[in-house]
T-cell receptor
Framework: AQSVTQLDSHVSVSEGTPVLLRCNYS??????LFWYVQHPNKGLQLLLK??????LVKGINGFEAEFKKSETSFHLTKPSAHMSDAAEYFC???????????FGAGTQVVVTP | DGGITQSPKYLFRKEGQNVTLSCEQN?????MYWYRQDPGQGLRLIYY???????QKGDIAEGYSVSREKKESFPLTVTSAQKNPTAFYLC?????????????FGEGSWLTVV
């Protein structure tokens, strides 16, 4: 069985400061892990994914995430927040043979000027 | 441009009515999915289809039905048996459903019961 826990439901940061979104997962097998972003009333856009290659994954818009198997974590970071980063972020795990996704509850990011 | 088109964006349903949400993709993807999103929650899988003329129930299939007669189309019907249908519905697709393959999402449809 697989599950995802996003440790923060809301994160508020000032523009230009670092962003950290925390995600822990449980998985019976070697998982694939994703971060998606959702702007209001929109679909989800893939930021980055981990599929057993390099543990540090770089994504779009300056985001990156590090897969830590010993900690069962896949935290998302960005060195400097931009106003356009205000959105909801979902950590997602997949370890079923056909790729069924398990979504975290989401983290709402607010960026203040 | 290639992508996933959902329609309508907003839909209102009266009690006891069935409504159908459209999903069309021109990405030539084999697999298609329907998810439901409630405010402040993650996505939950309603139905998925890995090939034409085949589909499987997800975690919350009760009160919903689907068809997959064409590769590019995967409509979702919300029936009167669905007691709490007000939600944001997202259609998605991917190349053959294998763990690690990226799933791409449409823009979503809002369904409200009036």
């Amino acid at each position: 069985a697989q599950s995802v826990t996003q440790l923060d439901s809301h994160v508020s940061v000032s523009e230009g400061t670092p962003v950290l979104l925390r995600c822990n997962y449980s998985s019976s097998y070697s998982p694939s892990l994703f971060w998606y972003v959702q702007h209001p009333n929109k679909g989800l856009q893939l930021l980055l994914k981990y599929t057993s290659a390099a543990t540090l994954v770089k994504g779009i818009n300056g985001f990156e995430a590090e897969f830590k198997k010993s900690e069962t974590s896949f935290h998302l970071t960005k060195p400097s927040a931009h106003m356009s980063d205000a959105a909801e972020y979902f950590c997602v795990v997949s370890d079923d043979s056909w790729g069924k996704l398990q979504f975290g509850a989401g983290t709402q990011v607010v960026v203040t000027p | 441009d290639g992508g996933i088109t959902q329609s309508p964006k907003y839909l209102f349903r009266k009690e006891g009515q069935n409504v159908t949400l459209s999903c069309e993709q021109n990405l030539n993807h084999d697999a298609m999915y329907w998810y439901r999103q409630d405010p402040g929650q993650g996505l939950r899988l309603i139905y998925y289809s890995q090939i034409v003329n085949d589909f499987q129930k997800g975690d919350i299939a009760e009160g919903y039905s689907v068809s997959r007669e064409k590769k590019e189309s995967f409509p979702l019907t919300v029936t009167s048996a669905q007691k709490n249908p007000t939600a944001f519905y997202l259609c998605a697709s991917s190349i053959p459903a294998v763990s690690g393959n990226t799933i791409y999402f449409g823009e979503g449809s809002w369904l409200t019961v009036v």
